[in-house]
């Protein structure tokens, strides 16, 4: 066997071993009661997430609605 041959053979069985890895089951790497701590506003990349979320429901009563931000309310400012 030359070398070609056997770089091909090695690089192909390479890429079949990345091929078939790709198909084993995800296992998440955090724990269903270590979410809470990844939830909590202090993990935002904002400097005052509190104030942001304020802000944010603010504007969204201004508005009359809500947009992917993950707070519900309606246009009256009732809430």
Known sequence: MSKTQAFRRNCSL???GV???GCSPIQPWVKPYEREH???????FDRNPIASVYLD???EVR???????GSVGGG????
């Open 63 to 69: 508005e009359g609605s809500s947009g992917a931000t």
């Open 38 to 44: 990844l939830a909590d506003p202090i993990m935002s």
């Open 19 to 21: 091929i078939l890895a």
């Open 14 to 16: 390479l890429l079949a």
């Open 76 to 79: 009256c400012g009732c809430n």
């Open 57 to 59: 429901h603010v504007f």
